[in-house]
Structures are given as C-alpha cells and as structure tokens.
C-alpha cells in the first residue's frame, strides 16, 4: 500500500505541492491526471526517493521514503519521463547493470531474461540501446523498472513522443503488468489515463482536487444525470410509457428528428438505472430506439472544469471527504 499524508514541497518562494494526502491499495492501477507543471512528477519523485518533501509523508508498504529509505525504494520500480539509459550499452549489459545497482537477491539470468520475454525486448537484447527506435526504449525503461519484481511500478508519461501503434502496445503491457503490480501512471493525457487506470487522482497547481473512478467524478460535478433518448413512435405514447417506468422522475419531449424520432430527456430518481426497463418496454410496444445518450461528463470535460474552475475542485473534495466519513 501507498500512504500519503500532508505532502509539501517548496523550491523557494513556489508551493509546487500543497498538502496532498491520499493511499492507493494493493493492485489498483491510480492515474495522475493534470496539466503540464501541475506537481505531478514532483509528488513521483518524492515517493521513489529522488527528492525530499518539505513538509508530510509517504510511505510505500508501511515504510517510510525518508526514514526508511533502502527498504521504501526497495518496494518500487521508476520509470522516469526520459528513461535513464545508457545508450552505448546492449539491452542485455543495461538490464544486468541495473540489476547489480539494485543489488536484486533473484537468480539474474532467468529474471532477465523473464523481464525481456514479458516487455517484448527479447529480440534486442544484444543490440545497443542507441540503435533502438523511441518504442524499444521506452520497453526498455519500463524494464529496468521491473528488475527486482517489485511490489510498485510508478510510470511518469510512459508513452511520451510515441507514434498510435506504440502507444496501444505500452497500454497493453501495463494492463498486462497490472495483474501482479500496483501502478501509478502520472500522464497529463487524457486518453492515456482513461485506457489504462481505474482510478483517477487530478492535480492542479500543486493541489490534490480531485479523488476517484471517472464514473464518480462525473456524478459529483455534474448537475445533471439524465438520459437523452430518440425513439421511432408516436410522441404522446412513447412520453406516457416512459414516465411510468419505476425509477423514472420526469419526462421531457425535446421535439422530433429528420428520421421521424422523437427526443426526450428523461430524469432518472436518485441516480437509478432505469436504461433496462426502457429498452424492454419500449421492444415491447415494437418502438426502436434510435439513439441513447447519457449527460454524463466525459473525462475530458472533467479535467477541463477541475482545471478551469475553483468551485467545481471544492465540490468534489468535500463530495468526497463526505462519502469517506459515511463509510
């Protein structure tokens, strides 16, 4: 488990992180979301050892970063946003340096070889890391991150200056890698952190505003929870069959389409899931939908509001602090 408690740093008169606390569990996959210069890789570099903080703490399986280094770094596996690679050096001299520099207790040439098979390097590694493509190193960065197995992988923009077909693949090792790891991904990309994590942590200048699935966060900020539905029927009927629907607070015709459907916004009761119930009663009646939307924000639209607006960041935390204390 990671826990962070109260975590400031300060670089003279500039607060680049301001009192952020949260704890990620064993196995979650946690996105750092936020824009360039937020704080995200100060707070990456704290955790894995690189720099201290000013003020709070953080610990990574019940030890402390600063006061029990050697075992905390043990624990954790870097990928820093340009990969420390020595590139004059084969895949195979880099990975068996980094395991000698890590002083790793595991039989080395298995574990090499293992980590090289799982990241898809096996086939370069006698090839010096100069020669490689941006691809390759990344894979390469990510594996001297795994040497040692550990318990953390932390991952800061890991596919940064990749082309689509790179990305997709180390979207698909991370997926793959979060079966045995617990990972934090810091990106300040949205598709990035929506492919990958389950949960969400969104900086902004130095502060922690947000906390939780996409899902959660959309639910906090926005007002509106309704469904927009087109259904090809006769508008006064498809409105009655709606607004009789067990979950169904209000109906409102919102006018017909070119196809000949007919729009409506309807307002579910207390955040209920009544898109089932429509979908059969409307099948019944032989009544197609044509089109079903949800006013749920999408994560872009999230990162925006808590990026752009002070209020929006207050409502989710105290959303939040509210739904802990309820526990």
Not at 73 to 78: L, V
Not at 95 to 113: E, G
Not at 192 to 211: H, L, P, S, W, Y
Request: charged share 25%; with cysteine.
């Amino acid at each position: 488990m990671i826990e962070v408690t109260g975590l400031s740093k300060r670089y003279g008169n500039h607060l680049a992180v301001s009192d952020v606390s949260f704890k990620i569990e064993d196995g979650e996959v946690v996105g750092f979301l936020g824009p360039n210069g937020a704080g995200k890789s100060t707070i990456m570099n704290i955790l894995t050892g690189y720099l201290s903080a000013t003020a709070g703490k953080a610990s990574i399986d019940g030890y402390d970063i600063m006061d029990e280094p050697a075992e905390a770094k043990r624990r954790i596996g870097y990928l820093p946003e340009i990969p420390p690679l020595y590139t004059d050096m084969s895949v195979k001299e880099y990975l068996n340096f980094v395991y000698d520099l890590k002083k790793v207790k595991l039989p080395k040439k298995p574990h090499i070889s293992e980590i090289c098979r799982l990241v898809k390097i096996d086939n370069v590694e006698n090839r010096l890391i100069k020669t490689l493509s941006k691809g390759y190193r990344q894979r390469v960065g990510i594996a001297q991150a795994l040497v040692g197995n550990p318990d953390v992988l932390i991952l800061d923009e890991p596919t940064v200056g990749l082309d689509p077909k790179q990305i997709i693949e180390i979207r698909n090792l991370i997926a793959k890698l979060s079966r045995n790891h617990t990972i934090i991904v810091s990106s300040h990309i949205l598709s990035e952190i929506q492919a990958v994590c389950g949960r969400i942590i969104v900086i902004n200048k130095g502060n922690m505003v947000a906390d939780g699935t996409p899902e959660e966060l959309s639910a906090r900020i926005s007002a509106d929870n309704s469904l927009e539905v087109s259904v090809l029927g006769p508008e006064k009927d498809v409105e009655k069959l709606l607004s009789g629907i067990t979950g169904v607070e209000s109906v409102q015709s919102l006018g017909k389409g070119t196809d000949g459907s007919v729009s409506f916004r309807v307002m579910p009761e207390n955040g209920a899931d009544v898109r089932r119930d429509m979908f059969e009663r409307l099948s019944d009646r032989k009544w197609p939908i044509m089109e079903l939307r949800s006013s749920a924000l999408t994560l872009e639209q999230i990162f925006l509001r808590l990026t752009d607006e002070t209020s929006g960041s207050e409502q989710l935390l105290s959303g939040k602090k509210e739904k802990e204390e309820n526990k």
